[in-house]
């Protein structure tokens, strides 16, 4: 499936909006370190504005101090990365998320699939939090948009993560099979690019590309995920206490 990510964006920039008013901005997120619903909120409209600056190539300017009225904050600063990322051609050269240096050249379709990604897994934060907690089903995507997600963390993120040296190479990898998109995709996290019968790794996890991709976020455990996890389940312990994604 051929993802087309700027309807997505759009479409899950709309969600996030949507869900807006019946949150409490002093709600407590769950699985972000204390955040709060507006902490949230100023985070994911400030991130869109980052994100439009690195795709232009120049420097974001200072939004000021708040406290911003939530709603067209972030309605105006998401409306900034749409007409960027709309602009720009593809194959532009942006800056984009790099190693070693944190930024480097790459093209503006970049951003096209990290920011629906930030918006997937934030538009989920926010459910949770005026749900009380997070559960599978809250943020409403297709399976193959969550694969893509996990395609990120495994082949983007976590890469990064250790390039930068903000985490060590995983001693042990860590297979991941989505259950739910056609064709059975696997991944390997610790070992990108190859497949499960090159490295054996001795744990594999697999269910729902939802559970998978909030799993390596850190939003909802294995079980909470409903995810089964075969063999050695200390290895994928030991993945997911690292920083794998930022």
Known sequence: MTLDHLSLLARLQGDFLAALPGA????????????TVRELVEHLAGVHRWAASNAYRVDTEPLGEGPFDLAPHYAAQAATLRRALAELPPDATARVLAHPEPLGPGPVRFWHRRQVHETLVHLHDLLAASAGAGTLGLAHAEPEVWADGVDEVVTVLQPRQVGLGRMEPLRHPVSL??????????????????????????????????????????????TEAGLTVEGDRADLEAALAEPIVP
């Open 177 to 222: 099979v989505a259950t739910d998109v056609a064709g059975t995709p696997a991944w390997v996290l610790g070992a990108p690019g190859q497949r499960g019968e090159e490295v054996s790794p001795r744990v594999v996890v697999s269910g729902s590309a939802e559970g998978i991709a909030l799993m390596l976020w850190h939003r909802l455990t294995p």
């Open 24 to 35: 409490d901005p002093a709600a407590r997120v769950p699985a972000c370190d204390g955040w």
